[in-house]
């Protein structure tokens, strides 16, 4: 009997999860985080489009996923805008495509969007801030804030600043 | 031997600088100058390579771009190290973490590039404490809250 629950229980298909990675450390952080929980999700990818070093770094395969990165300090405000929507409109075409039942990311920019669609369809939305927040706030972060269900802070300083975090340790 | 290294970024006020101090110093340097322009003329040096363990390891001092990625992999690695801040960033991200990390004393901060060559004078002699992870459980609470979704 036993036997037969467990092999039921074993072919329930594994949730399905999207990981945002970003670059440096932001990535760094996350694949850490993603090799912490193992493999009993289905993991799907989602980078920035130039990023040429993410996607090596991934151990537990997943679908990858990309999209455009308005990059603010090179371009003007009206190109940064038309990058913005782009980055958006990509970013909604690959959540109704993969479908998650939970986003992941670490403090990256293109995080952002993708996070408040998710949050409008009912994706729970998970952030952990980058590591490198010690007792100040990215804009990222302030942002995410209002749109998680689970927000993390890797030093404790930092639930001065969101008074609602979870503190459960560093990723680094 | 003193390893400096910019990852994947550019950096070419700190490797100009080194190059130009690499004739006085007494040891060996070695520069790893990723996508920078300046290419060093006094010092053995490298853009890329598959693998900067073998350096690390050779290294008696890193001397490091302060992103978060290295500096915790050096502070696991246990390797002293100088971080240079690259505050060429507008908003000055890294200030925060280093700050953090070299008052506990785990690494030697260099916020501003006027200071590196006192600071390489005298790493031989600064003393700094290992660095120890606290236990991690973001993943536990992460599980938790997705095993209760069903």
Same mark, same amino acid.
Do not use: M
């Given at each position: 009997m036993t036997s037969s629950l467990n092999s039921h229980n074993s072919e329930k298909r594994p949730m399905r999860v999207l990981v945002v990675l970003g670059e440096g450390g932001h990535t760094t952080q996350m694949l850490r985080l993603v090799q912490l929980l193992g493999p009993i999700y289905d993991y799907s990818y989602l980078m920035p489009k130039h990023d040429q070093t993410s996607e090596r770094k991934i151990a537990i395969a997943g679908r990858m996923y990309r999209a455009i990165v308005p990059r603010t300090k090179q371009s003007s405000p009206l190109e940064t805008l038309r990058l913005s929507l782009l980055c958006a409109v990509q970013e909604l075409r690959i959540l109704l495509g993969v479908r998650p039942k939970a986003i992941l990311s670490a403090g990256a920019g293109i995080a952002v969007p993708l996070s408040f669609f998710g949050r409008l369809l009912g994706v729970k939305i998970i952030h952990v801030e980058s590591a490198s927040r010690v007792r100040t706030s990215s804009l990222t972060g302030k942002i995410m804030y209002r749109i998680a269900h689970l927000f993390f802070v890797q030093w404790e300083p930092l639930k001065e600043k969101f008074p609602k975090a979870i503190y459960a340790g560093r990723l680094l | 031997m003193i390893f400096v290294t910019v990852g994947t970024t550019d950096f070419d006020q700190l490797v100009e600088l080194v190059d130009r101090l690499a004739p006085s110093l007494l040891d060996r340097v070695v520069v790893q100058i990723g996508n920078g322009q300046y290419v060093p003329r006094n010092c053995e040096h490298f853009?890329? =390579?598959?693998? !900067?363990d073998p350096y690390y390891d050779e290294a008696d001092i890193v001397v490091a771009h302060g992103g978060l990625g290295i500096t915790m992999e050096l502070l696991a690695k246990g390797k002293k190290s100088i971080s240079v801040e690259n *505050? *060429?960033? =507008? +908003? $000055? $991200? #890294?200030t925060d973490i280093l700050r953090a990390l070299a008052r506990e004393g785990y690494l030697i901060w260099? #916020? +501003? !590039?006027?200071?590196l060559p006192s600071l390489l004078e005298h790493a031989p002699t600064m003393k700094v404490r290992p660095y120890v992870a606290p236990p991690c459980r973001i993943a536990e609470v992460i599980q938790g809250f997705l095993s209760r979704l069903g």
């Open positions: - | 853009r890329f =390579a598959p693998s !900067l *505050t *060429t960033y =507008a +908003d $000055h $991200h #890294q260099c #916020q +501003d !590039l006027g200071e």
